[in-house]
């Protein structure tokens, strides 16, 4: 079982910044890849972008890349604590954001077994 906490968020003006940081604990050997995904009203969840915290790679969907960065930020003792750190915020990336763990490289969230509660992210125009 792993436990999967998000933190961070809030309300941003347009042009902002913005940091998430997600933990997940247990037992994390079924947790190495971690993804964010984000949820706006009446729309389908996206995933944004998945890592390996075995070698911290990454991916990005396609409307977020350039713009935001996920970073490994530690990894042990059945422990991994990964980052978002979303620059240059738009309206448009107003959504929940969530945190996911699970035992696929993947931005599908069908892929993860493991979700955190979600963390509001809302930027002002």
């Known amino acids: 079982l792993v436990h999967v906490v998000e933190s961070g968020g809030g309300s941003v003006q347009a042009g902002g910044s913005l940091r998430l940081s997600c933990l997940a604990s247990?037992?994390?050997?079924?947790?190495?890849?971690m993804g964010w995904f984000r949820q706006a009203p009446g729309k389908k969840r996206e995933g944004i972008t998945a890592?390996?915290?075995?070698?911290?790679?990454?991916?990005?969907?396609d409307s977020v890349k350039g713009r935001f960065t996920m970073s490994l930020v530690d990894a042990k003792n059945d422990k991994n604590t990964v980052s978002l750190q979303m620059n240059s915020l738009n309206p448009e990336d107003t959504a929940m954001y969530y945190c996911?763990?699970?035992?696929?490289?993947?931005?599908?969230?069908?892929?993860?077994?493991?979700w955190g509660q979600g963390t509001q992210v809302t930027v002002s125009s």
């Open positions: 890592m390996d915290t075995g070698s911290g790679a990454a991916v990005y969907a």
């Open positions: 247990g037992y994390t050997y079924s947790a190495r890849y």
């Open positions: 996911a763990a699970g035992g696929t490289w993947s931005l599908q969230d069908i892929e993860y077994i493991y």
